[in-house]
DNA sequence: ATCGGTCTGTGTGATAGCGCACAGAAATGA
DNA sequence: TCATTTCTGTGCGCTATCACACAGACCGAT
């Protein structure tokens, strides 16, 4: 839900709001350009449902998606957040097709998206593409892998935090539309866990919501109170995935 | 710990016990025979640490190595196991060179291994090998995922089945040198909830055990009283790693 | 045969998180 | 303006798991 609503067009200015592409060798960026297609995703949409083939793959710009696992009994589990850093649908290059996971748009905004079938030539022809996927597929890797870590060993206080920070390090701006129950799905926490993190983190001063908007108020507050989860991450992301090249 | 001794030979026969290298084309596995190098990795060796770079990569064959993450204040939680299915050290062909967690011997036996550098070199050149190493990640990548889920949603004996499941079916044999200690450093819980577990699971007749070896009686009453979890990594390993080439 | 170390069993109390039930406040829509 | 829905706050009892402490059983080495 941008504010200023994005122009539905292919600029290299554009392109770049995701870090991936944006960090493509020019003549790279050229080839696909034409083929790059800017989509809304509001919020909830699914892009893809546990083992569903996808037609495309997900460049999010200002759109967050959340992997979701729902077991048997519908309780739910995010695996992993993915923003403008990185790209929707790694199983098309894994060679794998699909995952036994859903993939959910969690703040809504937009995305480029880029047929799968063209993607998965230009993986195996290109070189620089492969490697930046690659990179960026291990980086998701640790995400997951903390993740794990996370649900053994921190309490929801310091979750909540993890994914606070992870989710506004996605966003263009300080507030997320976002309810106390659908982070709780998203942590697979009951509701009142969160509305108790919340209301500790509140009254710190760290940040502020009121009925579905969570506005940012000290980031450094949040990050001295997460679990150590969040810095393994972003350290990960920080030295997989090199700095977009200047636009 | 293998009751034969394996012998130190290069025949296909013997790298064929490895799934992965089982599979791979056999002009491929000329190419790289006289490189591969028969190892034993006793229980506890330390194939890498955290952030560590690898020399080389293993591919087990009657070993068992977990993937570990230990938090700042010492408790540690596995975020995923490899046996004679896979390969240890992903980092280097993903392009990232390491990880940050560790990888233990968890169960002691031989591996295949293999010059970091050349295995490179060997995924850039070879489609078939690239596949085959891409969908393996993958298929890590959904046990991360359902470590992740596991951890926050399923009772320890849940957890305890799908990990001594994962394990024999890692193993040559039905007995597993393990002690509940070690046991619940894995599951990252405490060792009298191990404990309890193992217990319920012996007098239900499942397994058997006994300071430090544990004996698989009942794979069948095992799979029933395990969570969702084993079956949707199992399902995926299957999908993505096909037969290995008969012998 | 004995001693010391390792492995497993058990008890007691604390606590984080759960399930449920409901209330009030804020937004929404007719 | 009013009714309805959505969102957050709160209370209460329950359970799984934790932390710590210790005992008994078993094993291996001397």
Redesign the interface.
């Known amino acids: 839900m941008p504010t200023t609503h994005t122009p539905v067009s292919h600029s290299f200015h554009v392109l770049s709001q995701n870090d991936l592409l944006a960090t493509l060798p020019v003549d790279e960026l050229e080839r696909l350009h034409h083929h790059l297609e800017l989509v809304p995703l509001p919020l909830g949409e699914v892009i893809y449902e546990s083992g569903g083939k996808l037609s495309h793959l997900y460049f999010p710009t200002t759109a967050i998606v959340s992997?979701l696992?729902v077991?048997?009994d519908g309780?739910s589990?995010e695996?992993?957040i993915v923003g403008n850093e990185g790209v929707i649908g790694?199983?098309v290059?894994?060679?794998?097709d699909t995952?036994?996971?859903m993939a959910v748009v969690q703040s809504a905004g937009y995305a480029y998206r880029l047929k799968t079938q063209l993607l998965q030539q230009e993986f195996?022809r290109s070189?620089p593409m492969r490697?930046l996927l690659?990179?960026y597929?291990?980086?998701?890797?640790?995400q997951?892998?903390?993740?794990?870590?996370c649900?053994?060993?921190h309490s929801i206080e310091q979750q909540l935090c993890r994914w606070l920070l992870l989710s506004f390090d996605r966003l263009p701006s300080d507030e997320l539309i976002m309810t106390q129950e659908l982070i709780s799905n998203m942590l697979?926490v009951r509701r009142e866990g969160i509305t108790d993190a919340a209301r500790k983190l509140q009254s710190a001063g760290l940040i502020e919501y009121h009925r579905g908007h969570i506005t940012l108020l000290d980031r450094q507050g949040l990050e001295d109170n997460v679990c150590?989860c969040y810095g393994?991450v972003k350290?990960?992301y920080d030295?997989?995935l090199p700095d977009r090249i200047a636009t």
């Open positions: 992997l696992y077991t048997e309780a589990a695996i992993s790694v199983a290059f894994m060679g794998g995952m036994p996971n195996n070189l490697h690659l990179r597929t291990q980086a998701l890797l640790t997951m892998a903390q993740t794990a870590v649900n053994r060993h697979g150590e393994v350290k990960e030295r997989l």
